[in-house]
């Protein structure tokens, strides 16, 4: 059984992390479900471990937190839904490329019921939508931008921190850093792109979403 958790109001980030370490232990010895915790974070800054100190471009503005899983620079903030994965990769079949690859195929199929295209490019982390109501790229391309960040991390096969999709935050807020290390393109929301699209609306896709997307039961221990 995966459990599903939605908290309200805004969660500080420590006490964030604090829930996810005590969850994912529990998972791993056996004592807890599965784990889908949905909240929303006060506007600050964390850094993966591949976070480049020149990509925070204004250290004041928010508050930074380390943190060890993958990725470089993200923002989180009031307006975004962050979703802690906690699951056991371990009984999912030890493959992790392959569950990030249902991360990715999860938070396009929840966009696809708001008619949006999500898209995987290769050497950018995350799920983007192309822009062509923006002006064409230098070489020609269509503009994307970014709507939904990826960054997990995993003990003892079990996984911890997640994904963050844009329902309406205030997007200014991503200028402080460079969002992953990729300054070339920019990020966009599901209402920037023009959609009355509201929180609730995102959660009951994504959990619709999900039991397309993991809808095998984990294998016996």
Not at 63 to 78: A, L, M, N
Request: charged share 30%; with cysteine; net charge negative.
């Amino acid at each position: 059984m995966v459990e599903w958790i939605t908290k309200d109001g805004l969660t500080g980030y420590d006490e964030a992390v604090a829930f996810m370490e005590k969850r994912a232990a529990a998972i791993a010895a056996g004592e807890a479900d599965e784990l889908i915790w949905l909240v929303e974070h006060p506007p600050l800054y964390t850094a993966g471990t591949s976070a480049k100190i020149e990509d925070l471009r204004d250290p004041d503005r928010f508050p930074v937190f380390g943190t060890k899983r993958g990725g470089q620079y993200t923002y989180h903030g009031p307006g975004q839904r962050v979703i802690y994965v906690m699951l056991d990769v371990g009984r999912r079949g030890r493959d992790v490329r392959r569950f990030v690859q249902q991360l990715e195929s999860w938070v396009i199929a929840a966009l696809a019921e708001f008619n949006i295209t999500g898209h995987i490019r290769e050497g950018r982390v995350g799920v983007w939508v192309e822009r062509p109501d923006k002006p064409l790229l230098a070489d020609g391309r269509v503009t994307e931008d970014k709507i939904a960040a990826i960054g997990i991390r995993l003990r003892k096969w079990v996984s911890f921190h997640g994904i963050s999709i844009n329902v309406e935050p205030e997007l200014s807020h991503f200028d402080g850093i460079v969002p992953c290390g990729i300054s070339e393109f920019g990020v966009t929301s599901l209402v920037d792109l023009g959609l009355p699209v509201t929180m609730d609306d995102l959660d009951v896709a994504l959990r619709r979403s999900f039991d397309e997307t993991f809808g095998d039961e984990p294998e016996d221990r």
